[in-house]
């Protein structure tokens, strides 16, 4: 059975996230890393758009899936709004990309978003958990 490795970046990152619980349930760390892309605030997630041949990157972790990981790769699919279940367009597209790390590029399967991007905002960092840890919440600004 060939070796799988995720790419993930987003909500599947954050503690108490009850996909990214399952996620590490059934899979192990492997490394850091990042891929060429651009890496947009969709509101309550973010979403990623690959980009060959731009200078920003996004950053998230590598994890190895279990041995069986065809079940697992089907239940964050259905998180991920990717599948012939889902509505069309999905939301995301799973790919199988190179994702860089310091020891080298690891192929990776990655969500990428894949609806239109225009008006969203881009998280230049392309680091989720650091862009959402500075975020203000919406209602923070008024006074109650």
Request: glycine residues 10%.
């Amino acid at each position: 059975m060939a070796i799988q490795f995720l790419f993930i970046y987003g909500t599947l990152l954050e503690p108490g996230n009850g996909f990214a619980l399952y996620l590490q349930e059934n899979s192990t760390f492997y490394d850091k890393g990042k891929f060429k892309g651009k890496l947009y605030d969709i509101g309550e997630y973010p979403g990623a758009v690959l980009n060959k041949s731009g200078k920003s990157y996004v950053h998230g972790s590598i994890v190895l899936l279990n041995n069986n990981h065809q079940p697992i790769l089907r239940t964050i699919d259905n998180y991920e709004g990717y599948g012939p279940k889902q509505p069309k367009p999905n939301l995301y597209i799973r790919q199988m990309i190179a994702v860089e790390t310091d020891v080298g590029p690891v192929k990776c399967w990655v969500y990428l978003y894949n609806r239109p991007v225009i008006g969203l905002h881009q998280i230049t960092s392309g680091d989720y958990l650091d862009y959402k840890s500075k975020k203000i919440p919406p209602d923070a600004n008024q006074e109650g």
